[in-house]
């Protein structure tokens, strides 16, 4: 499975960002995507998950305010209301499952490649 991601760029304050995850290969493999972010300095943290069933949970800076959604191969992150600490670079994460030789189910993750997330006025 790969992942890439679109989106992100200069967001004033207060406005809205759009970020867009596309996997490729096995996506039937994929049983959950999530988002997750890393601001300078601080360790990755989860933004909000999706899973193959449609399940969604949220990290609760972002309860409220954005809206994960997936179409086929596709998973967006919706957020409103921007605020200066969103700003971030965003990462895509899919758990991808697999079996092994003897048939024992094994879940590993693919990441796409960050997109950043600048809120400035």
Not at 41 to 56: M, N, Y
Not at 68 to 89: M, P, Y
Not at 91 to 96: G, S
Request: aromatic letters at 6%.
């Amino acid at each position: 499975v790969q992942l890439q991601a679109f989106g992100g760029g200069l967001v004033q304050p207060g406005g809205s960002l759009r970020l867009s995850c596309a996997a490729s290969g096995n996506i039937r493999s994929i049983t959950a995507v999530a988002w997750h972010r890393q601001a300078p300095g601080r360790q990755r943290d989860l933004v909000a998950s999706i899973t193959s069933g449609g399940r969604t949970n949220y990290a609760d800076s972002m309860k409220g305010r954005s809206t994960i959604s997936r179409d086929n191969a596709k998973v967006d992150l919706q957020v409103n209301n921007v605020r200066r600490e969103d700003t971030a670079v965003y990462y895509c994460a899919a758990d991808v499952l697999y079996y092994t030789d003897d048939g024992s189910p094994v879940v590993s993750r693919a990441w796409g490649q960050g997109t950043q997330v600048t809120v400035s006025s």
